[in-house]
């Protein structure tokens, strides 16, 4: 579907997280985007939502995008979910 | 053809392969066939003139993937597998990633979960897209030169049945504790979850101790991501009378396999179908989404479809042509309605 590209990832989380068939994991991520369904695999709509909201693209280098587990912080709380490697990470940093 | 080989077909006959192969699967799984609509669905995209053909807009799948790393460390190209699967997130664009040890098996792995547990851990702080650790059950590597257990197969062609069935339920128990021991280490270590790979390659034993793992990780950890992946359409009854949750595993096809991921807790199930080397791509390709419909229909949770060298469609060659290829992802995609791939 496009990765980090486009919604790819955030759809497959939704699929491996709370089990979601495709439909109802697209609609998720759609709504949770404010965005249409069609709009989720449209790399030029994407990479600037994706930059708008911080939760990483492609280009990590350039600017200052949330890369790695930065942006799974933001993905967590964008998705409503937990993230296993953000658990552990707010566990060693005993932030929770 | 399933061998890779290439012939011309006019589509009279791609129709007539197609049918042949809906039929084929609809008499082994007994399963509903498809519509005349979906085959015709079918044909068209067997008939696009195009070399590589895609899906309409709205219909795009997500992907998990299959020994991930391996496939670059494949190619000879020596980088970590951190580094591959920020290649795979940021270069290839993949939905999911899967890291995975060269001796893909959990056996193996079992003594090296530390080393496991720190890749896991770096490329969880580097990447963003869900992260899978990937290893196959691999029953085999349990039986005597090998391993500790007695080898069954062996043990049938001089008839000893009952030894052989207590040699495989021996390997099966060291074979939940190992995938049980080597999943617990590397979700601790920040993956998101496991993949099973190529699940029941040994046959009903192989698939009851995955779904027992999966049962004991399920209750473990209640948040875990385990993707149960089949190795082949059938589950050869090398056992015979082992049974999971009251139903006897020998013989199930996709569509009944799915119920029982599903009940031992898996988050996605990996349909297979075997490609036949020596019939056309028209007829493994409707055979193939034949089967994946019928398991997607009664399924309760993502079902990703197999479309790979020798499997889905794909036919058996080292490089699977890309016309090939891509044409059994729309299929899977727009007929089969699978939820990825």
Same mark, same amino acid.
């Given at each position: 579907?496009?990765?980090?590209?486009?919604?790819?990832?955030?759809?497959?989380?939704?699929?491996?997280?709370?089990?979601?068939?495709?439909?109802?994991?697209?609609?998720?991520?759609?709504?949770?985007?404010?965005?249409?369904?069609?709009?989720?695999?449209?790399?030029?709509?994407?990479?600037?939502?994706?930059?708008?909201?911080?939760?990483?693209?492609?280009?990590?280098?350039?600017?200052?995008?949330?890369?790695?587990?930065?942006?799974?912080?933001?993905?967590?709380?964008?998705?409503?979910?937990?993230?296993?490697?953000?658990?552990?990470?707010?566990?060693?940093?005993?932030?929770? | 053809?399933?061998?890779?080989?290439?012939?011309?077909?006019?589509?009279?006959?791609?129709?007539?392969?197609?049918?042949?192969?809906?039929?084929?699967?609809?008499?082994?799984?007994?399963?509903?066939?498809?519509?005349?609509?979906?085959?015709?669905?079918?044909?068209?995209?067997?008939?696009?003139?195009?070399?590589?053909?895609?899906?309409?807009?709205?219909?795009?799948?997500?992907?998990?993937?299959?020994?991930?790393?391996?496939?670059?460390?494949?190619?000879?190209?020596?980088?970590?597998?951190?580094?591959?699967?920020?290649?795979?997130?940021?270069?290839?664009?993949?939905?999911?990633?899967?890291?995975?040890?060269?001796?893909?098996?959990?056996?193996?792995?079992?003594?090296?979960?530390?080393?496991?547990?720190?890749?896991?851990?770096?490329?969880?702080?580097?990447?963003?897209?869900?992260?899978?650790?990937?290893?196959?059950?691999?029953?085999?590597?349990?039986?005597?030169?090998?391993?500790?257990?007695?080898?069954?197969?062996?043990?049938?062609?001089?008839?000893?049945?009952?030894?052989?069935?207590?040699?495989?339920?021996?390997?099966?128990?060291?074979?939940?504790?190992?995938?049980?021991?080597?999943?617990? /280490? &590397?979700?601790?270590?920040?993956?998101?979850? +496991? #993949?099973?790979?190529?699940? %029941?390659? *040994?046959?009903? @034993? !192989?698939?009851?101790?995955?779904?027992?793992?999966?049962?004991?990780?399920?209750?473990?950890?209640?948040?875990?991501?385990?993707?149960?992946?089949?190795?082949?359409?059938?589950?050869?009854?090398?056992?015979?009378?082992?049974?999971?949750?009251?139903?006897?595993?020998?013989?199930?096809?996709?569509?009944?396999?799915?119920?029982?991921?599903?009940?031992?807790?898996?988050?996605?199930?990996?349909?297979?179908?075997?490609?036949?080397?020596?019939?056309?791509?028209?007829?493994?390709?409707?055979?193939?989404?034949?089967?994946?419909?019928?398991?997607?229909?009664?399924?309760?949770?993502?079902?990703?479809?197999?479309?790979?060298?020798?499997?889905? /469609? &794909?036919?058996?060659?080292?490089?699977?042509? +890309? #016309?090939?290829?891509?044409? %059994?992802? *729309?299929?899977? @995609? !727009?007929?089969?309605?699978?939820?990825?791939?």
């Amino acid at each position: 579907m496009g990765g980090i590209r486009t919604a790819g990832d955030l759809v497959a989380r939704m699929q491996l997280s709370r089990k979601m068939r495709l439909k109802e994991a697209k609609e998720y991520v759609a709504d949770k985007l404010k965005i249409s369904v069609d709009e989720l695999a449209d790399e030029v709509i994407m990479n600037e939502l994706r930059r708008d909201l911080d939760i990483g693209d492609v280009y990590a280098g350039m600017g200052e995008q949330a890369r790695g587990i930065e942006a799974k912080f933001r993905i967590a709380s964008l998705l409503d979910v937990d993230i296993n490697s953000v658990q552990r990470f707010l566990k060693k940093t005993k932030w929770q | 053809m399933g061998d890779g080989s290439f012939v011309t077909l006019s589509r009279e006959e791609v129709l007539r392969d197609v049918e042949e192969g809906v039929a084929d699967a609809v008499k082994r799984g007994k399963i509903e066939s498809l519509s005349t609509d979906e085959i015709e669905h079918i044909v068209d995209i067997c008939c696009r003139p195009q070399k590589f053909v895609s899906v309409e807009k709205g219909n795009e799948l997500v992907l998990t993937y299959d020994s991930g790393t391996l496939k670059v460390t494949r190619l000879g190209i020596p980088i970590g597998m951190p580094q591959i699967m920020q290649l795979y997130e940021r270069v290839f664009a993949a939905d999911t990633l899967e890291l995975a040890y060269v001796h893909y098996s959990f056996k193996p792995i079992k003594s090296i979960v530390p080393e496991e547990q720190y890749a896991v851990a770096e490329t969880s702080l580097v990447t963003a897209a869900p992260l899978l650790y990937g290893a196959m059950p691999n029953l085999p590597l349990y039986t005597q030169p090998d391993g500790p257990c007695p080898n069954a197969a062996e043990l049938l062609p001089m008839g000893k049945i009952k030894e052989a069935k207590q040699a495989q339920e021996e390997a099966a128990e060291y074979a939940i504790k190992d995938m049980v021991f080597v999943s617990s /280490g &590397v979700y601790e270590a920040g993956a998101d979850g +496991i #993949d099973f790979d190529t699940t %029941a390659a *040994a046959g009903d @034993a !192989e698939f009851y101790a995955t779904l027992k793992a999966t049962e004991k990780l399920r209750e473990k950890y209640p948040e875990m991501a385990i993707e149960i992946g089949m190795a082949g359409e059938f589950v050869l009854g090398f056992h015979g009378e082992l049974e999971f949750d009251g139903v006897r595993l020998a013989g199930l096809y996709p569509h009944k396999q799915v119920k029982l991921a599903e009940k031992a807790g898996a988050s996605i199930f990996g349909a297979v179908v075997n490609t036949n080397s020596s019939r056309t791509f028209p007829w493994n390709l409707g055979r193939a989404v034949t089967f994946c419909k019928a398991c997607v229909e009664v399924a309760d949770i993502p079902v990703h479809a197999n479309v790979g060298m020798g499997v889905g /469609g &794909v036919p058996l060659v080292m490089t699977p042509p +890309i #016309d090939c290829v891509s044409r %059994a992802s *729309a299929a899977m @995609a !727009e007929v089969g309605k699978l939820d990825g791939l």
